[in-house]
């Protein structure tokens, strides 16, 4: 069974300051990756997937991450973050047989002004 | 922007009431699905369809069930409200293709007294 695992539960950076959010995945073959961001009283909106291909991805508000096979990762970074980043960062894993997705617990950012 | 609408946004009802959340999607995606969200917790899917006449349960039990007799909506039901079901429910709905990408709703929050 496929699982996701995002260590940190709460973080905080300053405004300005690079983030990076973990995600550790479990499953068995090439996994189907995705990051997901929920502001307060909204729903889930997509940042970015990862298929195949370039190992780095490049999503929406300039954030990016990378696919790392060896280490079961596929962390979020952004380079500067700005205040209305504050918000709650799920990343999900999906098997292309089940068609179904596996979320992490979440991670929830807080920015320092 | 994903077209996908969730009524109503907040609940607060008594137990032992029948209740129905709505969900529609404007854009003629095949796939509907809905998930439960406790507060830190991950999402975990309870209903999920392919299209209309198909509904399956997820990977997470719940008393609750749903129908698809049109494409663009997808309500979930209780019949008898209990405590245990508070929680928040998000809709998403997903193109045909494999893997597609989910679009979610802002989420109804349902509080059972």
């Known amino acids: 069974a496929q699982s996701v695992t995002q260590p940190d539960i709460h973080i905080t950076v300053s405004e300005g300051a690079s983030l990076e959010l973990r995600c550790n995945y479990s499953y068995g073959a090439t996994p189907y990756l995705f990051w997901y961001v929920q502001s307060p009283g909204q729903g889930l909106q997509l940042l970015l997937k990862y298929f195949s291909g370039d190992t780095l991805v490049q999503g929406i508000k300039g954030f990016e991450a990378e696919f790392k096979r060896s280490q079961s990762s596929f962390n979020l970074r952004k380079p500067s973050v700005h205040w209305s980043d504050a918000a709650e960062y799920f990343c999900a894993v999906g098997a292309i047989s089940g068609d179904k997705l596996t979320f992490g617990t979440g991670t929830r950012l807080a920015v320092r002004p | 922007e994903a077209d996908i609408y969730q009524t109503p946004r907040y609940l607060v009802i008594g137990t032992g009431k029948k209740i129905t959340l709505e969900c529609s999607q404007t854009m003629g995606h095949d796939k509907m699905y809905w998930y439960q969200q406790d507060p830190g917790m991950e999402l975990h899917l309870i209903h999920y369809s392919y299209g209309v006449n198909s509904t399956e349960k997820g990977d997470l039990s719940s008393e609750s069930t749903v129908s698809r007799i049109r494409t663009e909506h997808f309500p979930l039901t209780l019949e008898s409200a209990r405590p245990s079901h508070t929680s928040q429910y998000l809709c998403?709905?997903?193109?045909?293709?494999?893997?597609?990408?989910?679009?979610f709703g802002p989420g109804t929050r349902l509080t059972v007294l």
């Open positions: 998403a709905s997903s193109p045909s293709g494999v893997l597609d990408t989910q679009y």
